[in-house]
C-alpha cells in the first residue's frame, strides 16, 4: 500500500472523533440526496403504473391539455379516423365519500362509461351479476352501477347492494348489479355506471373527461395517433395518460426541497471539512517541514493530504449511502404504510438509478476533495524551515483584519442593495449579506466574543475568560465555525420570517373570506380536478333557507395559458360582491369586477399575473376546450382560497359557454340582517346534508379550521428550519473536538496546576456557547433581511405578502442557538474533562 | 605529587618487591594514561624507608641475587591513614594558561586572542583523544580516572570561552592594575552545559569594568 | 574532492532597518567522511549555515557546492531529489512521523523516492540494526525513548547511503548518556561507514568526537581546527593537572 494511503490511515484512526465529526459532516449530505433520489423514481413509477392501469387495455386515449370537461361529440371526430375501430367518450371524476365506517375508502373514483361501446374499447369481465346495459342510461330508471371485485370486497358490498354517491344535485343511490374481475389501478376505487347518468350527477351534460378509442386490426399506431391529433385539433393530449400532474409535481417539489437540503448539508459539511483541514495542517506543520526535508516534492505532499480527503470522502461517501439506502427503505415501508390505507398498493420499491449513484458519490466525494484542497495546497507550501520554527499567530491575525474590510464593505454595499426596492438588486443584496458576513465572521470574533462573554465570565469568571481567550486565539477557525452557525441560523430566520408573512398574510386573506357568514365547501379544500360539483339546486336550497340573504357561489374549470395550468374560476360579480370581499390588487376596485359582464374580460390574481408577466388592461390567451380564446384582464385582485394559485375570474355564462361547466363548487352565504346566525347554520346544516360531498362552516368554525391548518403549516416550516440547522451543530461540534484536541497539553496542565474536571468541562461549554452566540447573533442579524428576501420574492411570484417582524421566529432561532451550543459542547466536553493528566502533558 | 602515599596503600594491601608496586600501580590507574618510572618508584621507596615509614627484608633466591621485599610499619600505616582521612586542596589557581594570557596582554609582541584559540584546539585535541579511549576502556576505575580528566576539560574549554568573551575588557585595563588572582576561579565543579558561561559575562558588563567577578 | 564547499555564503534576513545577516561570507569545505562540528553561542548563524548547505534555504549570495554541483542553480524539484538521494537529516525535534512505526520512518526516504517498500524497508531494517534498534523495529516513536528516537532518525539519515548527513543538535533534546551514545554513532557514520558530517553542537563533548571543529561568531567562522590524530593522552593528562 502507498504511503500516503498508510499515513492517511493511520493519521484519521490517531484521531477518532475528529475523524467520526468530519465523516458525519458528508453522511448527511449524501444520505439525504441519495436516499431521496433513490425514493423518488419508485414514486413516480408507482404512480405511471396506477396510470397506466387505469387506462388499462385501451388503445388511445384523448383528454384536453388542460385537463378540463370537453365535448363528448368529439368522440366521433376520433371514431371517423381511419384505423380506429371504436371510439367511446368517458367521464372520470374522483369524488369523496361520506364518512361511512364501514366502506374503508374515502375517495371513489366515478367512471361514465357508454354501455354500448367502451366493451369495444376496453374488455369488461364479470365477475358477478351484470355489466351494464343499454337500457342503464335511462336517467329515470333507478340508477345501476358496476363495480371491481376488489372494490366491492373493501367497501363490503356486493350485487344487490345500495352504494351512496355523492353528486351535484345531492347524493345518488346506486344498485350494484354486477362486479367486475378487470384490473384496478392500485390507487383507486371505481364505479361504472352510464355516461349520461355520470353526465348528470356531475351536471356536466354532454361532456366528457376522455375518449377511449380501440384500433383496427393491423394498424399503425403512430399513424393513427396522429391522424387523431389532426382530426381532434390543438388543446388535447393524446396516447399517453399524464400522471395526475399535480400529485406529481408535489413530489417534484419535495425532491428538490431534499436535494437542496442535501447541497447545504453538503455544503456545510464542506465547511468543516475545510475546518478539519486546516487544523490538520497546522498540527503537521512540523511533520510536513520534516517530510519536505528529507526528500518529499510538494507534488508528494498535495498528494498526501489529497489522498486524505479521498479517504475521507470515501468513508464518508460510503456510509451515506448506506444511510441513503437505509432512510430510502424507511421512507418507502413509511409511504407504504401511510398510502396504504387510502390506496391499495403493494409497496413502494426503492430504485438507484445509475444517474442517482453517480450524482450521490460525485457530489460526496466532490465537496470532501474541493474543500480539502485548499488546505491541501497551504501544506505543499510549508517550506522544511516552517518544521523547525513555532507557528506564526499574527501573519493569520492580519489576514484575517483585511477579509474583516472586505466583508464590512460587502455588508454595506447589500444594506444598500437591499434598501433599494429593486426585486433582483434584494435578492443578490441577500446573496452579498450573507457572503460578507462569513467574511468578517474571523475578524468580528474578538469583539462580539469580548461582549458575550462578559455574561459568561458574571457566572465563571475564570472559565469565561479562558473560554474567549481561546477562541480570540484562533480567529479563523472560530471565523469558520461562526460562518457555518451563522447561515444556518440565518436560514432558519428566514424561513421564520417567511412563514410568519405568509401564515399572518392567509390569516388576513382568511378573515376577509369570512366577511361572508357561511361557507359551503367540498370536503376538500382547494378546488381541484376531479372535484365534485354541485348542480343548482344546491345553491337555490341555500338561497331558500330561512335567514339566508344574499348568496354568491363560485364555478372552477382547468385551463392552459402558455404552458402553465390555471385555474378558471366562474362567478356571479353582482352576487359576488355583495357576499365576498376581493383583495383587490392596486389600481383594481369593484368597478372591474363589474366589467366580468363583458364575457371577453377576465380578473386576475396576483400568482397568474406574476406567472404570465401581465397587468391589468394586457390581453392573454386562454385555452379553452373551445379553442383558444383572447381575454382582456379587467383587473387584479386575489381571494383567499385561489390565492396560492394562478387564478382567473370569468361570469358564470363565461365558464358554461366555454368551459361547459355549470356546477358550483362553493357557495358563500349571508345572513339576513337580524337574523339568528346560530338558528340560520342549523337550518342550513339541515339543507346541506343532502349533499354529501360538501361541508358547511360558519365564520367562526371557518376560522378555526384554517388556524388549525396554518398551525400545522407552521409546524412543518420550523421542522425544517430546524433540520435545515443540524449541519451547524456538526460544525460546532467539530470545532469544539478540534479545540480540545489542539489543547490537550493545555488542559492537562491546567488539570495539573488544579483545575477540577468540572472547571475544564465549563471551559468547553463556555466556548461552545460563545461560539454560538455569536453565530446566532450573526444569524440574527443576517436573516431578517434573508427573510425579507424571501418575503419580496414570493411576492414576485405572485404571492404578495407583507412582511411581518418575525418575533417567534428570533425566538426560536435564539432557543435553536442555546440548544446547539449545549449539544455541540457535551462530547468534547467530557472528552476534555476525562483525559488523563500524564498523558496529556507528554501529548505533542 | 602522591606517588608516596600510593607505594603505602600498596604495601598496606602487602608486602611487595618494588617492580611488584610498579606492575600494581599501573593495573590502577591504567598504562599508559599515567606512566610511571620505576627508578622513581625506588627513590621513593629509600626515602620512605629513610623516614621509618617502611623496612626492607632481603629474601634470598636460589640460583639468582638477593631480593628486597618492602613492608609497612607503624609510622607509615599512621601516614597513610592521616593521608586518607585529609582533603585535597584545589591547585586550578596556579594556571599557566592564564599566566600566558595575562602576560600576553602587556606583551605587544604576543596575542592573547590567538594564545586562547591555541589553547581551545589543544584542549579540544586533548579532549578527543581522551574521548577515544574512554570509549575504549573496559575497567571501571581507568573509565572514572577519564571521566575526570574529560570534565576538567570541559570545564577549561568553558572558562576559555569566557576569558575570550571578555579579553577586550581586559585589554583596557593596564598591566600593572592586573591584581593577582583570586582563589576559586576557574570554578571547581562544572556548571550545567549552555550554562553560566555566556550568561554570566553580560551580566558583569553592565558594572564595573573589571575583569574579575 | 571536497563533497561541500560554501563560498562567500551570505544570508540576509529581513530588509532595511531590520535586516539581520545572519551568515556573512562563509566558505567552508568538507571532506568525504569527514565529520565536523560547529559551535558558537546562539543565534550566530550555525542552523543557517546547515539550512543552506542542506538546501532547505537559499542564500543571499555566495554558493553551495554539493558532489560539485552548485545548487543555487537547481530547481525546487531538483533540490529535493539532492535532499534525498545525497543528504541525510537529523534534527533536534519532530525528526519522526509519530504514525509510523521505527521501520516506517527510516524507511521514508526511500518510500519517497519509489522505492519498492519490500526493498525499502529490508535496508531501513539493515540501518535500524547497524544503530542497535532491530528489537525496536515496529516501535512507533511515542514508544521509543529520545535516544532511540534520535537513533531512528540517524538510521532514517542513512537508508538512502547519502554523501553527507547534516546534523542540527541532534543530542539538543538528550540527557547526556543518550547524547554520548549518539555521538558515538555518528562517529561511527563517519569513520566506518564514510559519510561527511556536518554537525551542530552546544556541548564540548559532542564536538569532541569530530575531527574538525569549525567556530563561529555573528554569522563568521572565527576559527576553524583539526582535532583528530595530533597529540598524545599523556600531554593531555599532564596539561589537566593529572600528573
Ligand atoms: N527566518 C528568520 N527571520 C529573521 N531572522 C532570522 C530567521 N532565522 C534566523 N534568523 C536570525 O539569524 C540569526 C542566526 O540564526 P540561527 O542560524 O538560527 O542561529 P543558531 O546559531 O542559534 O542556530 C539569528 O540572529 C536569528 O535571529
Ligand atoms: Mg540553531
Given at each position: 500500500?502507498?504511503?500516503?494511503?498508510?499515513?492517511?490511515?493511520?493519521?484519521?484512526?490517531?484521531?477518532?472523533?475528529?475523524?467520526?465529526?468530519?465523516?458525519?459532516?458528508?453522511?448527511?449530505?449524501?444520505?439525504?440526496?441519495?436516499?431521496?433520489?433513490?425514493?423518488?423514481?419508485?414514486?413516480?413509477?408507482?404512480?405511471?403504473?396506477?396510470?397506466?392501469?387505469?387506462?388499462?387495455?385501451?388503445?388511445?386515449?384523448?383528454?384536453?391539455?388542460?385537463?378540463?370537461?370537453?365535448?363528448?361529440?368529439?368522440?366521433?371526430?376520433?371514431?371517423?379516423?381511419?384505423?380506429?375501430?371504436?371510439?367511446?367518450?368517458?367521464?372520470?371524476?374522483?369524488?369523496?365519500?361520506?364518512?361511512?365506517?364501514?366502506?374503508?375508502?374515502?375517495?371513489?373514483?366515478?367512471?361514465?362509461?357508454?354501455?354500448?361501446?367502451?366493451?369495444?374499447?376496453?374488455?369488461?369481465?364479470?365477475?358477478?351479476?351484470?355489466?351494464?346495459?343499454?337500457?342503464?342510461?335511462?336517467?329515470?330508471?333507478?340508477?345501476?352501477?358496476?363495480?371491481?371485485?376488489?372494490?366491492?370486497?373493501?367497501?363490503?358490498?356486493?350485487?344487490?347492494?345500495?352504494?351512496?354517491?355523492?353528486?351535484?344535485?345531492?347524493?345518488?343511490?346506486?344498485?350494484?348489479?354486477?362486479?367486475?374481475?378487470?384490473?384496478?389501478?392500485?390507487?383507486?376505487?371505481?364505479?361504472?355506471?352510464?355516461?349520461?347518468?355520470?353526465?348528470?350527477?356531475?351536471?356536466?351534460?354532454?361532456?366528457?373527461?376522455?375518449?377511449?378509442?380501440?384500433?383496427?386490426?393491423?394498424?399503425?399506431?403512430?399513424?393513427?395517433?396522429?391522424?387523431?391529433?389532426?382530426?381532434?385539433?390543438?388543446?388535447?393530449?393524446?396516447?399517453?395518460?399524464?400522471?395526475?400532474?399535480?400529485?406529481?409535481?408535489?413530489?417534484?417539489?419535495?425532491?428538490?426541497?431534499?436535494?437542496?437540503?442535501?447541497?447545504?448539508?453538503?455544503?456545510?459539511?464542506?465547511?468543516?471539512?475545510?475546518?478539519?483541514?486546516?487544523?490538520?495542517?497546522?498540527?503537521?506543520?512540523?511533520?510536513?517541514?520534516?517530510?519536505?526535508?528529507?526528500?518529499?516534492?510538494?507534488?508528494?505532499?498535495?498528494?498526501?493530504?489529497?489522498?486524505?480527503?479521498?479517504?475521507?470522502?470515501?468513508?464518508?461517501?460510503?456510509?451515506?449511502?448506506?444511510?441513503?439506502?437505509?432512510?430510502?427503505?424507511?421512507?418507502?415501508?413509511?409511504?407504504?404504510?401511510?398510502?396504504?390505507?387510502?390506496?391499495?398498493?403493494?409497496?413502494?420499491?426503492?430504485?438507484?438509478?445509475?444517474?442517482?449513484?453517480?450524482?450521490?458519490?460525485?457530489?460526496?466525494?466532490?465537496?470532501?476533495?474541493?474543500?480539502?484542497?485548499?488546505?491541501?495546497?497551504?501544506?505543499?507550501?510549508?517550506?522544511?524551515?516552517?518544521?523547525?520554527?513555532?507557528?506564526?499567530?499574527?501573519?493569520?491575525?492580519?489576514?484575517?483584519?483585511?477579509?474583516?474590510?472586505?466583508?464590512?464593505?460587502?455588508?454595506?454595499?447589500?444594506?444598500?442593495?437591499?434598501?433599494?426596492?429593486?426585486?433582483?438588486?434584494?435578492?443578490?443584496?441577500?446573496?452579498?449579506?450573507?457572503?460578507?458576513?462569513?467574511?468578517?465572521?474571523?475578524?468580528?470574533?474578538?469583539?462580539?466574543?469580548?461582549?458575550?462573554?462578559?455574561?459568561?465570565?458574571?457566572?465563571?469568571?475564570?472559565?469565561?475568560?479562558?473560554?474567549?481567550?481561546?477562541?480570540?486565539?484562533?480567529?479563523?477557525?472560530?471565523?469558520?465555525?461562526?460562518?457555518?452557525?451563522?447561515?444556518?441560523?440565518?436560514?432558519?430566520?428566514?424561513?421564520?420570517?417567511?412563514?410568519?408573512?405568509?401564515?399572518?398574510?392567509?390569516?388576513?386573506?382568511?378573515?376577509?373570506?369570512?366577511?361572508?357568514?357561511?361557507?359551503?365547501?367540498?370536503?376538500?379544500?382547494?378546488?381541484?380536478?376531479?372535484?365534485?360539483?354541485?348542480?343548482?339546486?344546491m345553491a337555490e336550497a341555500v338561497r331558500s333557507t330561512e335567514g339566508v340573504g344574499d348568496v354568491a357561489t363560485l364555478r372552477y374549470a382547468p385551463a392552459v395559458v402558455g404552458d402553465l395550468t390555471v385555474q378558471v374560476v366562474g362567478i356571479d360579480a353582482e352576487e359576488y360582491a355583495k357576499v365576498a370581499s376581493f383583495r383587490y390588487s392596486e389600481g383594481s376596485s369593484d368597478a372591474d369586477l363589474a366589467k366580468l359582464a363583458d364575457p371577453d374580460m377576465v380578473l386576475a390574481n396576483a400568482s397568474?399575473?406574476?406567472?404570465?408577466?401581465?397587468?391589468?388592461?394586457?390581453?392573454?390567451?386562454?385555452?379553452?376546450?373551445?379553442?383558444?380564446?383572447?381575454?382582456?384582464?379587467?383587473?387584479?385582485?386575489?381571494?383567499?382560497?385561489?390565492?396560492?394559485?394562478?387564478?382567473?375570474?370569468?361570469?358564470?355564462?363565461?365558464?358554461?359557454?366555454?368551459?361547459?361547466?355549470?356546477?358550483?363548487?362553493?357557495?358563500?352565504?349571508?345572513?339576513?340582517?337580524?337574523?339568528?346566525?346560530?338558528?340560520?347554520?342549523?337550518?342550513?346544516?339541515?339543507?346541506?346534508?343532502?349533499?354529501?360531498?360538501?361541508?358547511?362552516?360558519?365564520?367562526?368554525?371557518?376560522?378555526?379550521?384554517?388556524?388549525?391548518?396554518?398551525?400545522?403549516?407552521?409546524?412543518?416550516?420550523?421542522?425544517?428550519?430546524?433540520?435545515?440547522?443540524?449541519?451547524?451543530?456538526?460544525?460546532?461540534?467539530?470545532?469544539?473536538?478540534?479545540?480540545?484536541?489542539?489543547?490537550?497539553?493545555?488542559?492537562?496542565?491546567?488539570?495539573?496546576?488544579?483545575?477540577?474536571?468540572?472547571?475544564?468541562?465549563?471551559?468547553?461549554?463556555?466556548?461552545?456557547?460563545?461560539?454560538?452566540?455569536?453565530?446566532?447573533?450573526?444569524?440574527?442579524?443576517?436573516?431578517?433581511?434573508?427573510?425579507?428576501?424571501?418575503?419580496?420574492?414570493?411576492?414576485?411570484?405572485?404571492?404578495?405578502?407583507?412582511?411581518?417582524?418575525?418575533?417567534?421566529?428570533?425566538?426560536?432561532?435564539?432557543i435553536v442557538g442555546l440548544l446547539f451550543a449545549v449539544l455541540a459542547a457535551i462530547i468534547p466536553a467530557r472528552q476534555a474533562a476525562r483525559l488523563d493528566v500524564i498523558r496529556a502533558l507528554r501529548y505533542e | 605529587m602522591s606517588v608516596r602515599h600510593a607505594i603505602l596503600g600498596?604495601?598496606?594491601?602487602?608486602?611487595?618487591?618494588?617492580?611488584?608496586?610498579?606492575?600494581?600501580?599501573?593495573?590502577?590507574?591504567?598504562?599508559?594514561?599515567?606512566?610511571?618510572?620505576?627508578?622513581?618508584?625506588?627513590?621513593?621507596?629509600?626515602?620512605?624507608?629513610?623516614?621509618?615509614?617502611?623496612?626492607?627484608?632481603?629474601?634470598?633466591?636460589?640460583?639468582?641475587?638477593?631480593?628486597?621485599?618492602?613492608?609497612?610499619?607503624?609510622?607509615?600505616?599512621?601516614?597513610?591513614?592521616?593521608?586518607?582521612?585529609?582533603?585535597?586542596?584545589?591547585?586550578?589557581?596556579?594556571?599557566?594558561?592564564?599566566?600566558?594570557?595575562?602576560?600576553?596582554?602587556?606583551?605587544?609582541?604576543?596575542?592573547?586572542?590567538?594564545?586562547?584559540?591555541?589553547?581551545?584546539?589543544?584542549?579540544?585535541?586533548?579532549?578527543?583523544?581522551?574521548?577515544?579511549?574512554?570509549?575504549?576502556?573496559?575497567?571501571?576505575?581507568?573509565?572514572?580516572?577519564?571521566?575526570?580528566?574529560?570534565?576538567?576539560?570541559?570545564?577549561?574549554?568553558?572558562?576559555?570561552?569566557?576569558?575570550?568573551?571578555?579579553?577586550?575588557?581586559?585589554?583596557?585595563?593596564?598591566?600593572?592594575?592586573?591584581?593577582?588572582?583570586?582563589?576559586?576561579?576557574?570554578?571547581?565543579?562544572?556548571?550545567?552545559?549552555?550554562?553560566?558561561?555566556?550568561?554570566?559575562?553580560?551580566?558583569?558588563?553592565?558594572?564595573?569594568?573589571?575583569?574579575?567577578? | 574532492?571536497?563533497?561541500?564547499?560554501?563560498?562567500?555564503?551570505?544570508?540576509?534576513?529581513?530588509?532595511?532597518?531590520?535586516?539581520?545577516?545572519?551568515?556573512?561570507?562563509?566558505?567552508?569545505?568538507?571532506?568525504?567522511?569527514?565529520?565536523?562540528?560547529?559551535?558558537?553561542?546562539?543565534?550566530?548563524?550555525?542552523?543557517?549555515?546547515?539550512?543552506?548547505?542542506?538546501?532547505?534555504?537559499?542564500?543571499?549570495?555566495?554558493?553551495?557546492?554539493?558532489?560539485?554541483?552548485?545548487?543555487?542553480?537547481?530547481?525546487?524539484?531538483?533540490?529535493?531529489?539532492?535532499?534525498?538521494?545525497?543528504?541525510?537529516?537529523?534534527?533536534?525535534?519532530?525528526?519522526?512521523?509519530?504514525?509510523?512505526?521505527?521501520?516506517?520512518?527510516?524507511?521514508?526516504?526511500?518510500?519517497?523516492?519509489?522505492?519498492?517498500?519490500?526493498?525499502?524497508?529490508?535496508?531501513?531494517?539493515?540501518?535500524?540494526?547497524?544503530?542497535?534498534?532491530?528489537?525496536?523495529?515496529?516501535?512507533?516513536?511515542?514508544?521509543?525513548?529520545?535516544?532511540?528516537?534520535?537513533?531512528?532518525?540517524?538510521?532514517?539519515?542513512?537508508?538512502?547511503?547519502?554523501?553527507?548527513?547534516?546534523?542540527?543538535?541532534?543530542?539538543?533534546?538528550?540527557?547526556?548518556?543518550?547524547?554520548?551514545?549518539?555521538?558515538?554513532?555518528?562517529?561511527?557514520?563517519?569513520?566506518?561507514?564514510?559519510?561527511?558530517?556536518?554537525?551542530?553542537?552546544?556541548?564540548?563533548?559532542?564536538?569532541?568526537?569530530?575531527?574538525?571543529?569549525?567556530?563561529?561568531?555573528?554569522?563568521?567562522?572565527?576559527?576553524?581546527?583539526?582535532?583528530?590524530?595530533?597529540?598524545?593522552?599523556?600531554?593531555?593528562?599532564?596539561?589537566?593537572?593529572?600528573?
Open positions: 500500500m502507498s504511503i500516503s494511503f498508510t499515513l492517511a490511515r493511520r493519521y484519521m484512526a490517531g484521531r477518532k472523533l475528529r475523524t467520526a465529526l468530519t465523516t458525519l459532516a458528508i453522511v448527511l449530505g449524501v444520505m439525504l440526496i441519495f436516499g431521496f433520489n433513490g425514493t423518488l423514481p419508485g414514486m413516480m413509477e408507482w404512480m405511471r403504473k396506477s396510470m397506466l392501469a387505469s387506462v388499462g387495455e385501451v388503445d388511445l386515449n384523448v383528454q384536453s391539455a388542460s385537463s378540463a370537461l370537453f365535448d363528448q361529440r368529439v368522440a366521433d371526430k376520433v371514431a371517423a379516423v381511419d384505423g380506429v375501430a371504436a371510439a367511446t367518450p368517458v367521464l372520470r371524476r374522483n369524488v369523496t365519500l361520506p364518512e361511512k365506517p364501514d366502506y374503508h375508502t374515502t375517495g371513489i373514483t366515478v367512471i361514465g362509461i357508454d354501455p354500448v361501446v367502451s366493451p369495444d374499447v376496453r374488455s369488461y369481465p364479470v365477475a358477478e351479476g351484470r355489466m351494464l346495459a343499454a337500457s342503464d342510461d335511462d336517467t329515470n330508471a333507478r340508477p345501476v352501477a358496476v363495480i371491481p371485485a376488489s372494490t366491492a370486497e373493501k367497501m363490503g358490498l356486493a350485487v344487490g347492494d345500495e352504494l351512496v354517491v355523492p353528486a351535484a344535485s345531492g347524493a345518488m343511490t346506486f344498485e350494484v348489479v354486477g362486479t367486475l374481475d378487470s384490473p384496478v389501478p392500485p390507487a383507486t376505487d371505481e364505479v361504472y355506471v352510464s355516461l349520461p347518468l355520470a353526465q348528470d350527477m356531475f351536471a356536466a351534460p354532454g361532456r366528457a373527461s376522455a375518449i377511449e378509442a380501440a384500433f383496427e386490426g393491423g394498424a399503425d399506431e403512430e399513424t393513427v395517433q396522429e391522424a387523431v391529433g389532426d382530426a381532434v385539433g390543438d388543446g388535447y393530449v393524446i396516447g399517453s395518460v399524464t400522471a395526475d400532474s399535480t400529485l406529481a409535481a408535489g413530489f417534484e417539489v419535495a425532491g428538490t426541497i431534499f436535494n437542496v437540503l442535501g447541497l447545504f448539508a453538503l455544503a456545510m459539511g464542506g465547511f468543516i471539512i475545510l475546518n478539519t483541514f486546516r487544523t490538520i495542517v497546522a498540527e503537521r506543520r512540523h511533520d510536513i517541514g520534516m517530510l519536505r526535508a528529507i526528500g518529499a516534492s510538494r507534488r508528494q505532499i498535495l498528494g498526501l493530504f489529497l489522498t486524505e480527503s479521498l479517504v475521507q470522502g470515501v468513508l464518508g461517501t460510503g456510509l451515506g449511502l448506506l444511510a441513503g439506502w437505509g432512510f430510502a427503505t424507511v421512507t418507502a415501508a413509511g409511504m407504504s404504510e401511510l398510502v396504504g390505507d387510502l390506496m391499495r398498493i403493494e409497496s413502494f420499491e426503492t430504485s438507484f438509478s445509475v444517474s442517482t449513484w453517480v450524482l450521490a458519490i460525485t457530489l460526496g466525494m466532490g465537496a470532501t476533495v474541493l474543500s480539502a484542497i485548499l488546505p491541501a495546497i497551504a501544506a505543499s507550501r510549508i517550506t522544511p524551515l516552517d518544521a523547525m520554527r513555532p507557528q506564526l499567530g499574527d501573519v493569520y491575525e492580519k489576514a484575517a483584519t483585511k477579509r474583516g474590510w472586505v466583508g464590512l464593505a460587502l455588508v454595506a454595499i447589500a444594506a444598500g442593495m437591499l434598501l433599494s426596492g429593486n426585486d433582483g438588486l434584494i435578492g443578490l443584496g441577500g446573496l452579498l449579506l450573507l457572503v460578507g458576513m462569513s467574511l468578517g465572521a474571523s475578524a468580528a470574533v474578538k469583539p462580539i466574543t469580548d461582549f458575550f462573554s462578559r455574561g459568561i465570565e458574571l457566572v465563571y469568571r475564570r472559565e469565561g475568560a479562558l473560554a474567549r481567550a481561546n477562541l480570540q486565539r484562533n480567529p479563523g477557525r472560530a471565523g469558520v465555525t461562526v460562518s457555518a452557525v451563522m447561515i444556518s441560523l440565518a436560514l432558519v430566520t428566514g424561513i421564520m420570517t417567511m412563514t410568519a408573512a405568509v401564515v399572518g398574510g392567509y390569516a388576513e386573506y382568511a378573515e376577509k373570506a369570512t366577511g361572508t357568514d357561511y361557507l359551503v365547501i367540498p370536503q376538500g379544500l382547494m378546488l381541484s380536478g376531479g372535484m365534485v360539483g354541485a348542480g343548482p339546486e397568474f399575473r406574476a406567472q404570465t408577466k401581465t397587468a391589468k388592461g394586457d390581453t392573454v390567451e386562454v385555452m379553452t376546450p373551445e379553442g383558444a380564446r383572447t381575454f382582456t384582464i379587467a383587473g387584479g385582485g386575489n381571494d383567499y382560497i385561489n390565492a396560492k394559485l394562478p387564478t382567473v375570474y370569468v361570469s358564470q355564462e363565461a365558464l358554461a359557454d366555454l368551459w361547459g361547466v355549470t356546477a358550483d363548487v362553493m357557495v358563500l352565504a349571508n345572513a339576513t340582517e337580524g337574523a339568528d346566525k346560530a338558528a340560520v347554520l342549523q337550518s342550513l346544516g339541515a339543507t346541506i346534508d343532502g349533499f354529501p360531498s360538501f361541508k358547511l362552516y360558519d365564520a367562526l368554525a371557518w376560522q378555526q379550521v384554517q388556524n388549525d391548518l396554518f398551525g400545522q403549516l407552521e409546524i412543518v416550516y420550523y421542522t425544517l428550519a430546524v433540520v435545515l440547522a443540524i449541519p451547524s451543530l456538526l460544525a460546532l461540534l467539530n470545532t469544539l473536538a478540534i479545540g480540545v484536541l489542539a489543547r490537550t497539553r493545555e488542559i492537562g496542565m491546567l488539570r495539573a496546576v488544579g483545575a477540577t474536571r468540572r472547571q475544564v468541562k465549563r471551559l468547553v461549554v463556555a466556548e461552545s456557547f460563545l461560539l454560538a452566540a455569536v453565530g446566532t447573533a450573526a444569524g440574527l442579524v443576517a436573516g431578517v433581511p434573508l427573510g425579507y428576501v424571501i418575503v419580496r420574492s414570493i411576492g414576485a411570484v405572485g404571492l404578495e405578502f407583507d412582511f411581518v417582524w418575525p418575533t417567534t421566529g428570533l425566538v426560536v432561532t435564539v | 600498596l604495601l598496606a594491601q602487602q608486602p611487595r618487591h618494588g617492580y611488584e608496586l610498579h606492575g600494581a600501580f599501573q593495573a590502577i590507574v591504567g598504562g599508559s594514561l599515567w606512566p610511571l618510572n620505576p627508578a622513581q618508584i625506588y627513590t621513593t621507596l629509600g626515602r620512605l624507608e629513610e623516614a621509618g615509614m617502611v623496612v626492607k627484608t632481603a629474601i634470598r633466591r636460589m640460583g639468582g641475587p638477593d631480593q628486597h621485599i618492602f613492608e609497612l610499619t607503624g609510622t607509615g600505616r599512621d601516614e597513610l591513614d592521616r593521608w586518607y582521612a585529609e582533603g585535597v586542596h584545589s591547585t586550578h589557581q596556579r594556571d599557566e594558561v592564564f599566566l600566558k594570557i595575562a602576560l600576553a596582554l602587556a606583551d605587544e609582541r604576543a596575542d592573547a586572542g590567538s594564545i586562547v584559540r591555541v589553547q581551545r584546539a589543544t584542549l579540544y585535541r586533548d579532549l578527543h583523544e581522551l574521548t577515544t579511549r574512554r570509549n575504549d576502556v573496559q575497567v571501571l576505575a581507568q573509565a572514572l580516572l577519564l571521566d575526570k580528566a574529560i570534565m576538567h576539560i570541559e570545564a577549561d574549554l568553558r572558562w576559555l570561552e569566557m576569558v575570550e568573551a571578555r579579553l577586550h575588557e581586559m585589554r583596557r585595563l593596564p598591566a600593572t592594575d592586573i591584581p593577582p588572582p583570586r582563589r576559586g576561579r576557574p570554578p571547581r565543579t562544572a556548571p550545567e552545559r549552555g550554562g553560566a558561561q555566556t550568561r554570566q559575562p553580560e551580566e558583569n558588563r553592565k558594572g564595573t569594568p573589571t575583569w574579575q567577578s | 574532492m571536497a563533497i561541500v564547499e560554501t563560498k562567500g555564503l551570505t544570508k540576509v534576513y529581513g530588509t532595511g532597518e531590520t535586516a539581520v545577516t545572519a551568515l556573512d561570507a562563509v566558505d567552508l569545505s568538507l571532506d568525504p567522511g569527514e565529520f565536523v562540528a560547529v559551535m558558537g553561542p546562539s543565534g550566530c548563524g550555525k542552523s543557517t549555515l546547515l539550512n543552506l548547505v542542506g538546501g532547505l534555504d537559499t542564500p543571499t549570495s555566495g554558493t553551495v557546492t554539493i558532489d560539485g554541483r552548485e545548487i543555487s542553480q537547481l530547481s525546487d524539484d531538483e533540490i529535493t531529489r539532492l535532499r534525498r538521494e545525497r543528504i541525510g537529516f537529523v534534527f533536534q525535534f519532530f525528526n519522526l512521523i509519530p504514525v509510523l512505526s521505527a521501520v516506517e520512518n527510516a524507511a521514508l526516504p526511500l518510500i519517497l523516492d519509489r522505492g519498492g517498500s519490500a526493498r525499502a524497508a529490508a535496508k531501513a531494517e539493515e540501518w535500524l540494526e547497524r544503530v542497535g534498534l532491530e528489537d525496536r523495529r515496529a516501535n512507533r516513536p511515542d514508544q521509543l525513548s529520545g535516544g532511540q528516537q534520535q537513533r531512528v532518525a540517524v538510521a532514517r539519515a542513512l537508508v538512502t547511503e547519502p554523501a553527507l548527513v547534516l546534523a542540527d543538535e541532534p543530542t539538543g533534546n538528550l540527557d547526556s548518556k543518550s547524547s554520548e551514545e549518539i555521538a558515538t554513532l555518528l562517529r561511527q557514520v563517519s569513520s566506518e561507514w564514510g559519510r561527511a558530517i556536518l554537525m551542530v553542537t552546544h556541548d564540548p563533548r559532542i564536538a569532541a568526537h569530530a575531527d574538525r571543529i569549525v567556530f563561529m561568531r555573528d554569522g563568521r567562522i572565527v576559527d576553524d581546527t583539526k582535532i583528530a590524530g595530533a597529540e598524545s593522552a599523556r600531554d593531555a593528562m599532564e596539561r589537566v593537572g593529572l600528573l
